[in-house]
C-alpha cells in the first residue's frame, strides 16, 4: 500500500471545514450583516433590513442601544433608531459576538463545559486585546476586539467536528503538552489553522484575518505583524486570569522573541503592560 501524500496542517484545516459542512458556516443573518457593512454604498436602511429578518439579533441590537444610552428621555424601540445610535462598527461588532456564541453551545453537559470555559476565555482575550490596543495604538480596536473573540474558535470546531477526538487533545494536555501541539497531534492541525480556514471560508476583511494568525512568528513590518504579537499577549494574559496566577515578571521572558521585536518594547517595559493589561481586565471582570 503506498504512503499517503504529505498534508500540510492548513490542508488538513481547510479539509475539515469541507467534509464538516455545517461547521464552516456562520449563522446567516450575522454572514448577511457583516457581508452588508463590507460595501461602502450601506445604508442604514440595508443594515436595518437584514437586521429585521431575525427577531432574536433584532432583540440583541435593541437591548445593546437601550443599555449604551440609558439617558435618552424614551427607550430605543426600533431597529432603525438603534442603527443611527449605535453605528455601523458597534453593529458588526455585536453581530460578530453573537455569531461566536453559537459556536460555544455544547451537545451535552460535558462539550457545554469546556465550551463556557472556551468562550470565558475568548471574551478576556477580547477585552485585554482591546485594552492593549487602546494603549499602544498598533490595531483599531474593534479590530482588536474581534480577533480575541475569534482566536480561540478553532477549538470548538475541532470539537465539533469530533468530540471524542477532542477529549484525547485534553489528556495529552494533562500530561504537560501544549493545546495547540496536543490538538496537532490528534488532529493533524492546531486550532489557529482552523480558525484562519473558517475565516478564509467567511471573507473576513484581510486586517481581522491576518491577526488571527498570533501562534506563528510576525517579523516586523510584516502586514498584520502587530495585530497578531498584541494578540498573543492578549491570549497570554486571559490564560493568567483564568488559571487565578500573576506571572512573574522578572524571572523569565514570557514571550517569544518575535514578540517584543515586533512590539518594539523591552521585556521589563513588556511586565509592566502585562501587569497594567492584567489588573484592568481582571477589575472589568468583576464588574461583569
Known sequence: MSAAPNISPMQVAERLLTVAGEIAVMPQVVYKIVETLRSETTSAADLER???????????????????????????????????????????????????FDFFVGKNDKDSLRRRQWWRHALDTAQANLILA??????????????????????????????P?????????????????????????????????AA???????????????LEPAFPGEPGAEARANLYVAHLIATFVQKGAVPNMTSELLFPSWVYEVLAVEPEKMGELVVVTLRKLIETVKHQ
Open 50 to 100: 437584514e437586521i429585521s429578518v431575525d427577531p432574536g439579533f433584532s432583540a440583541k441590537v435593541l437591548q445593546q442601544a437601550n443599555s449604551a444610552y440609558y439617558a435618552l428621555p424614551r427607550p430605543v424601540r426600533s431597529v432603525k433608531e438603534a442603527v443611527t445610535l449605535l453605528g455601523f462598527k458597534q453593529v458588526r461588532f455585536i453581530a460578530m459576538q453573537a455569531g461566536v
Open 134 to 163: 487602546k494603549g499602544n495604538k498598533t490595531v483599531q480596536a474593534d479590530i482588536a476586539y474581534t480577533a480575541g473573540l475569534f482566536h480561540s474558535l478553532g477549538r470548538t470546531l475541532l470539537c465539533r467536528n469530533s468530540a
Open 200 to 214: 478564509q471560508a467567511w471573507r473576513f476583511p484581510d486586517d481581522l484575518s491576518q491577526c488571527l494568525d498570533y
Open 165 to 197: 477526538k477532542y477529549d484525547k487533545v485534553e489528556f495529552l494536555m494533562e500530561k504537560g503538552a501544549p493545546a495547540w501541539q496536543a490538538e496537532q497531534a490528534v488532529f493533524g492541525c492546531h486550532h489557529g489553522h482552523v480558525v484562519i480556514a
